[in-house]
T-cell receptor, first 113, second 111 residues
Framework: NAGVTQTPKFRILKIGQSMTLQCTQDMNHNYMYWYRQDPGMGLKLIYYSVGAGITDKGEVPNGYNVSRSTTEDFPLRLELAAPSQTSVYFC????????????FGPGTRLTVL | LAKTTQPISMDSYEGQEVNITCSHNNIATNDYITWYQQFPSQGPRFIIQGYKTKVTNEVASLFIPADRKSSTLSLPRVSLSDTAVYYCLVGDKAAGNKLTFGGGTRVLVKP
């Protein structure tokens, strides 16, 4: 199993541009998550999904959108990128059972100039 | 969501035992306590998880008192490669298994 994969690894955007961060997991996990991590800080939850077709907001959803058309994929869309969205983005997945642990992807480092 | 409080940083030396205590005063009955490790430029990695008393695996031990309002992660005989940020999280099943990451504890292991 590849686990959780994310693409791209790095990206530089100009203010106002849009992009999609890709996340795929091959563990048949129901739950998937998107976090952002600013330098020296902990992770903040952006959006999460408990299954295909179901998504919900996390702590910092403004400026982002998600979709979950399949169990495997959970893309994160940035519309009208802003410098405040410069961060490292992590995708994670879990089966969602009681006390289950999350498996994280390697991250996407995004810079908005 | 249960909030956690842990020290910002800790220094240690190779071969020593490192203990990191996390406070979670408003932990709910069904919450589990999970610890993650994060190296620079990598995603967090699961270390250990527990509900009560003591849990031990090949890398760490987790001690949870009866009232479950705190927990202590114990890393035995640390090496330089254990230098990382350690996060204590308390799971909230009612919130769809969302986890709240605090600032974590930055552990620096010195030679």
């Amino acid at each position: 199993n590849a686990g959780v994969t994310q693409t791209p690894k790095f990206r530089i955007l100009k203010i106002g541009q849009s992009m999609t961060l890709q996340c795929t997991q091959d563990m048949n996990h129901n739950y998937m998550y998107w976090y952002r991590q600013d330098p020296g800080m902990g992770l903040k939850l952006i959006y999460y999904s408990v299954g295909a077709g179901i998504t919900d907001k996390g702590e910092v959803p403004n400026g982002y959108n998600v979709s979950r058309s399949t169990t495997e994929d959970f893309p994160l869309r940035l519309e009208l990128a802003a410098p405040s969205q410069t961060s490292v983005y992590f995708c994670a997945s879990t089966t969602g059972g009681p006390g289950d642990t999350q498996y994280f992807g390697p991250g996407t480092r995004l810079t908005v100039l | 969501l249960a909030k956690t409080t842990q020290p910002i940083s800790m220094d240690s030396y190779e071969g020593q035992e490192v203990n990191i205590t996390c406070s979670h005063n408003n932990i709910a009955t069904n919450d589990y306590i999970t610890w993650y490790q994060q190296f620079p430029s990598q995603g967090p990695r699961f270390i250990i998880q527990g509900y009560k008393t003591k849990v031990t695996n090949e890398v760490a031990s987790l001690f949870i008192p009866a009232d479950r309002k705190s927990s202590t992660l114990s890393l035995p005989r640390v090496s330089l490669s254990d230098t990382a940020v350690y996060y204590c999280l308390v799971g909230d099943k009612a919130a769809g298994n969302k986890l709240t990451f605090g600032g974590g504890t930055r552990v620096l292991v010195k030679p």
